[in-house]
């Protein structure tokens, strides 16, 4: 069957929404398919070339993933269609796509799972899609091991330190140290829970160990620095401070960035966080930082200086007080990574600057677009976008865009 064949089928899927549900060509929104299946009589999807066994024994349940039905081809044109379709939804059109970087399974270093007790009973993991029933995990296709490797350890610990009928928060991530684990909504009461804290944190041979019971969070385990290095300079980490999801994808968006930027020039980093940019891409050039997250612009300040970079690191809320053109103009390129809500406080200043060059990292592409369209109606042409899928067989994409003027 031809392409054209399918596109006047009604009923083969053409294509993948943005939620994940393939969509007909006559408009019908069909939950775990593939292009290339069938709708048959009753909905009954009938597999096509690109329908794939899922990897997890939990899904569709678990709400972690939600597409792992996709093989790779069709998954890698979801991703790369949740940007240019966004992009098309704004009127604006990259001079180039280039090819999507998806990342391999199980190599999340980040992850924040829920645990609930009931009795004697103790339950880890995601919760269901669009529900608050939590999935006992006995795999996990994405999590990097080391960290699925605490999920069956973690019910001891936590059916002496959650009390029944209550929930808490699992919070890991991979530093340079191992595991740094945060627990949220324990209770540590008495000899023999503190001392299991710290047995387990022995046992698996933590990086750190921080709890929460409701009053701010505690070291209990850190047997030196935590930190996490970027560009060859290890920076402190605060507990559950953001990082990009794999190590692989942040290669990816840090390669895309560094191959657009001049050779000599200033650079600033907006939404810098704690370096992941301006450490990697800053070495032996003036790097201007500017972050809203106290903690994060700290630690940064800290590692620069002790690296002897040559970073000027400012504590500054983009949000309320972006750098204006007068500022902007200072430097041969602008790096951008911002939340999912996107930057248009601050790109409204960039579209009034002569910035030559800004590279605009991005984990919403809906965001994103609504930004790229003021930068191109001020006068910058988007040359490039680069498509990341970081968080494998989710709707989750992120992608670096290049503007140039």
């Not at 775990?32 to 009954?44: K, V």
């Not at 601050?346 to 609504?370: E, G, H, K, T």
Request: aromatic content about 6%; glycine content about 10%; proline content about 7%.
């Amino acid at each position: 069957m031809t392409d054209s064949d399918k596109a006047t089928d009604s009923g083969i899927i053409i294509r993948i929404a943005a939620k994940g549900d393939g969509i007909t060509a006559d408009g019908r929104h069909v939950p775990l398919t593939a292009p290339g299946d069938r709708i048959g009589p009753g909905g009954l999807v009938i597999a096509g070339p690109h329908h794939v066994d899922p990897a997890c024994t939990h899904f569709p349940a678990c709400g972690g993933c939600q597409i792992q039905q996709l093989d790779e081809a069709s998954y890698a044109e979801f991703v790369t269609a949740r940007v240019t379709g966004a992009l098309a939804g704004q009127g604006v059109a990259p001079a180039t796509v280039l090819p999507p970087h998806i990342s391999p399974p199980m190599t999340r270093r980040r992850a924040a799972l829920r645990a609930a007790r009931a009795g004697k009973r103790l339950t880890i993991g995601f919760a269901e899609e669009g529900s608050h029933r939590l999935i006992d995990l006995e795999m996990c296709a994405v999590l990097d091991p080391r960290l699925f490797a605490l999920v069956a350890p973690l019910r001891g610990l936590l059916a002496t330190i959650l009390p029944d009928k209550r929930a808490a928060h699992v919070k890991m991530s991979l530093i340079d140290q191992g595991v740094d684990l945060l627990l949220e909504g324990v209770k540590v009461e008495g000899l023999a829970a503190d001392e299991a804290l710290g047995a387990f944190a022995r046992a698996h041979g933590l990086a750190r160990l921080t709890i929460d019971e409701g009053d701010g969070a505690q070291t209990r385990w850190e047997p030196e620095a935590a930190t996490i290095s970027f560009g060859g300079v290890p920076v402190g980490f605060p507990p559950f401070a953001f990082l990009q999801a794999t190590p692989d994808g942040e290669a990816a968006l840090v390669g895309a960035v560094r191959d657009a930027l001049p050779e000599t020039g200033a650079i600033a980093d907006l939404f810098a966080g704690l370096g992941t940019f301006a450490l990697a891409l800053g070495d032996g050039r003036p790097v201007y930082a500017g972050e809203g997250a106290r903690d994060a612009i700290l630690s940064l300040k800290l590692a620069a200086g002790r690296a002897q970079r040559r970073l000027a690191a400012d504590h500054r809320d983009l949000f309320r007080r972006p750098l204006t053109p007068e500022e902007l103009n200072r430097f041969a390129a602008v790096i951008l990574d911002p939340p999912r809500a996107g930057a248009r406080e601050q790109v409204l200043q960039l579209a009034a600057s002569a910035v030559p060059v800004i590279a605009y990292v991005s984990c919403n592409p809906a965001s994103f677009a609504r930004d790229a369209a003021h930068l191109t109606a001020a006068g910058y042409r988007l040359d490039s976008v680069k498509p990341v899928g970081q968080f494998r067989w989710t709707t989750h994409v992120e992608l670096v865009g290049i503007f140039r003027r």
